[in-house]
């Protein structure tokens, strides 16, 4: 079956970098897009940031853009999430999730699009 597990999350200060990693299996990978999203306690799950399954196209919440970056690695099943400047507004939970749809022509940017979620991983942005 599906199976999504997030790492590489963890305690940092204010304008430090993390990179998160998410871990593939059990499904044609390179065939789907995947995203990335966060939620924190009490709030509702927000889109960070999504590539399409060909790995050609990206898309970025507005409150990441310039800051995060989403990359596929189709080869080994992997889908990273680099953070540069974080934020203490990033602290969060942070979920990776996979398409619902093979070879979708654009990316999905809405949480009912994905689907799968790993157990997540915390980040925490101290100030």
């Known amino acids: 079956q599906v199976q999504l597990v997030e790492s590489g999350g963890g305690l940092v200060q204010a304008g430090a970098s993390l990179r998160l990693s998410c871990a593939a299996s059990g499904f044609p990978f390179s065939q789907f897009a995947m995203g990335w999203f966060r939620q924190a306690p009490g709030k509702e799950r927000e889109f960070i940031a999504a590539?399409?399954?060909?790995?050609?196209?990206?898309k970025y919440a507005d409150s990441v853009k310039d800051r995060f970056t989403i990359s596929k690695d189709n080869a080994g099943n992997m889908v990273y999430l680099q953070m540069n400047a974080l934020k203490p507004e990033d602290t969060s939970v942070y979920y990776c999730?996979?398409?619902?749809?093979?070879?979708?022509?654009?990316?999905?940017?809405?949480?009912?699009?994905?689907?799968?979620w790993g157990q997540g991983t915390q980040v925490t942005v101290s100030s």
């Open positions: 590539i399409k399954w060909s790995g050609d196209s990206t």
């Open positions: 999730g996979a398409d619902r749809q093979r070879r979708r022509s654009w990316t999905p940017t809405d949480h009912r699009s994905f689907h799968s």
